[in-house]
């Protein structure tokens, strides 16, 4: 028989591939990168590629090159590693399978000591002051990249600071304005970048570049809206379905009498006779601490509260009169936005930022894909 799981990721397949399609239609022409970085953004990285087999897109970006060492048999699309590279490292890198954002003089050179094809994307600092090279530094890096031959510019991009803004978007339209100078520099270098990418999934709802023929689809690919309800954009994104729900299983029911205390340093006194249930999740699964006596999980429509503080693995819920049994299952993360337990819903609640809430779910916790 199959082993059963206490606790268990379910992917929706159809969610994640319907908001791929959703920004594909807002951009006609636009390559789509969906981003898998952080372990997919805590959805799971080899699941989400593999999901991401029956999606219409060239490119899947990581952050590291060990991320793309995770998938790069499982995917059919190309790799674009996104972060930082030793140089060091770079013999070692699989080109045929991978592009790289390359940061600085030392590793192009290294790239290009290669003299093997590599295909290679430049990041320009455009005011998010992370990585990338300064607008300054543009014609020596196109100059040092004319002496080889072997290598490609497949793409050009930067990275928006300030594309969540709800109320002023001028900090964008000025890194949008220098991107643009930038790229129109690269071209009349003599290079053709076929990825000119500027946008997240936040800024995507907003940019308009000249130059712009790609979207990074970073927090919108697993149906999280970044954008708050009061930016005039916010409708533009509201489409997207959430793609991850987390359940866990009751393991113990207690009764407690009145007065009796649950969990760590006594938080939660019982002010009558009750039955509570533990679940065997809890902070390090990735149950926000801050949930402790003011979260809920459902149970169908029931709403079971957190009693006492989150342990490291464990989380105890009063069960009220809910006719709930030892082995039932519950879900502590909906993948409908519209239940009070979906990620968006329990973020605005506790003042939780939801790429946090997810990102922070435990590689140790089952996933499948449905």
């Keep these: 028989g199959r082993y059963r799981s206490l606790n268990m990721i379910t992917l929706n397949k159809a969610h994640a591939l319907h908001n791929v399609r959703l920004l594909r239609g807002q951009h006609p022409g636009f390559h789509i990168i969906p981003v898998l970085k952080a372990n997919a953004y805590g959805h799971g990285l080899r699941e989400m590629a593999r999901i991401l087999n ?3 897109c060239d ?3 990581v952050d590291g090159y060990f991320e793309a060492g995770r998938i790069r048999f499982i995917s059919n699309h190309r790799l674009l590693v996104l972060g930082y590279i030793l140089p060091e490292n770079v013999p070692l890198l699989d080109a045929q399978r991978c592009s790289f954002v ?3 003089l030392d590793v192009l ?3 290009g000591a290669l003299q093997r094809p590599v295909k290679i994307h430049l990041e320009i600092n455009t005011g998010m002051n992370r990585l990338g090279i300064d607008p300054s530094e543009l014609t020596v890096y196109l100059t040092a990249l004319q002496k080889y031959p072997w290598l490609t510019l497949e793409g050009v991009m930067t990275h928006l600071a300030d594309a ?4 002023d978007d001028r900090y964008t339209t000025k890194q ?6 930038c790229v129109r520099r690269v071209m009349h270098a003599g290079f053709s970048p076929k990825y000119v990418h500027i946008a997240q999934t936040a800024g995507s709802a907003k940019v308009q570049s000249q130059y712009a023929n790609a979207i990074r689809l970073g927090i919108g690919l697993y149906g999280i809206n970044p954008l708050s309800k009061q930016d005039a954009a916010h409708s533009i994104l509201a489409g997207l379905r959430p793609v991850l729900s987390l359940t866990s299983t009751i393991v113990k029911i207690i009764d407690l009498q009145k007065g009796d205390q649950v969990s760590y340093g006594g938080t939660f006194i019982a002010p009558k006779a009750m039955r509570i249930g533990v679940l065997p999740l809890g902070y390090y699964e990735g149950v926000p601490r801050v949930l402790s006596n003011q979260g809920f999980v459902m149970d169908g429509a029931a709403k079971l509260p957190i009693v006492g503080r989150v342990c490291m693995n464990h989380t105890m819920v009063d069960l009220g009169d809910v006719a709930v049994s ?12 519209r239940q009070p337990n979906g990620i968006a819903h329990i973020s605005e609640t506790f003042g939780l930022f939801p790429y946090e809430v997810v990102t922070k779910l435990s590689s140790s916790i089952r996933r499948i894909v449905a």
């Design 54 to 56: 029956d999606a219409d």
């Design 176 to 181: 949008v304005r220098l991107f643009d100078e």
């Design 59 to 61: 490119l899947l970006a």
């Design 326 to 337: 030892i082995g039932d299952a519950v879900v502590v993360f909906a993948d409908d936005a």
């Design 109 to 111: 050179s290294a790239f």
């Design 164 to 167: 969540d803004n709800e109320s």
């Design 102 to 104: 390359v940061q600085d």
